[in-house]
């Protein structure tokens, strides 16, 4: 016979954890092996009892879930992490996911999902609720913002302050010709055609600040 799966369940909130634990105890090839309460007993149970997976959130005191998945990883790689959480942001995914978890999961999902998240994960799969995963697919599909150069990028700036193209060139001590050779290769690669639309569109991806 196979040996039961060894589980750690780190999550601050006592009746959540109690019923995750719950949960995974009703099943006969799972193991729940430890309990923490905050990220950094998540590492000290980690690293001490080595479970097979080890089932994080990721808002908890002392040490943050993703913050605990990278520093168990660090030291005992070949447990695995899977982010079992209320949080669904583009930031928070992908800071636990840089952190190195295997899976993300939210707590609202069906017991039948989490629990097959959790074996999927610990044969050494990736564990994604549907939603996480459309996030994550339309991040990749958005196109990545122009490069400008810092010399561009002060251009830019000037004329988001209002200056004329010969105050600009005053100002960065330049010539009014490059000034205007500047704009034209911002308004290319901002596929714009006016300065007004260059700024705007500039802010709108994070170039400029607003």
């Given at each position: 016979?196979t040996?039961?799966?060894?589980?750690?369940?780190?999550?601050?909130?006592?009746?959540?954890?109690?019923?995750?634990?719950?949960?995974?105890?009703s099943?006969?090839?799972?193991?729940?092996?430890?309990?923490?309460?905050?990220?950094?007993?998540?590492?000290?149970?980690?690293?001490d009892l080595?479970?097979?997976?080890?089932?994080?959130?990721l808002?908890?005191?002392?040490?943050?879930?993703?913050?605990?998945?990278?520093?168990?990883?660090?030291?005992?790689?070949a447990?695995?992490?899977?982010?079992?959480?209320?949080?669904?942001?583009?930031?928070?995914?992908?800071?636990?996911?840089?952190?190195?978890?295997?899976?993300?999961?939210?707590?609202?999902?069906?017991?039948?999902?989490?629990?097959?998240?959790?074996?999927?994960?610990?044969?050494?799969?990736?564990a994604l609720?549907?939603?996480?995963?459309?996030?994550?697919?339309?991040r990749m599909?958005?196109?990545?913002?122009?490069?400008?150069?810092?010399?561009?990028?002060?251009?830019?700036?000037?004329?988001?302050?209002?200056?004329?193209?010969?105050?600009i060139?005053?100002?960065?001590?330049?010539?009014?010709?490059?000034?205007?050779?500047?704009?034209?290769?911002?308004?290319?690669?901002?596929?714009?055609?006016?300065?007004?639309?260059?700024?705007?569109?500039?802010?709108?991806?994070?170039?400029?600040?607003?």
């Amino acid at each position: 016979m196979t040996a039961p799966l060894r589980v750690v369940v780190a999550d601050d909130h006592p009746i959540v954890r109690g019923g995750i634990v719950a949960l995974l105890q009703s099943e006969p090839d799972i193991d729940v092996v430890g309990e923490a309460a905050d990220g950094q007993h998540a590492i000290e149970l980690a690293t001490d009892l080595e479970p097979d997976l080890v089932l994080m959130d990721l808002r908890m005191p002392k040490v943050g879930g993703a913050e605990a998945t990278a520093r168990i990883l660090a030291t005992r790689p070949a447990v695995k992490v899977l982010v079992l959480t209320t949080y669904e942001s583009d930031e928070n995914i992908l800071t636990a996911i840089e952190a190195g978890a295997t899976g993300y999961l939210l707590k609202a999902a069906p017991q039948e999902e989490i629990l097959a998240g959790i074996r999927a994960v610990a044969r050494g799969e990736v564990a994604l609720a549907p939603r996480i995963a459309a996030l994550l697919v339309g991040r990749m599909r958005r196109p990545a913002a122009p490069v400008l150069t810092a010399r561009e990028l002060e251009v830019l700036a000037r004329v988001a302050e209002g200056d004329s193209n010969p105050q600009i060139a005053a100002r960065l001590f330049l010539a009014e010709a490059t000034v205007k050779t500047h704009l034209l290769h911002v308004f290319e690669k901002l596929e714009v055609s006016d300065r007004t639309r260059a700024v705007t569109k500039a802010m709108e991806l994070g170039l400029l600040r607003r």
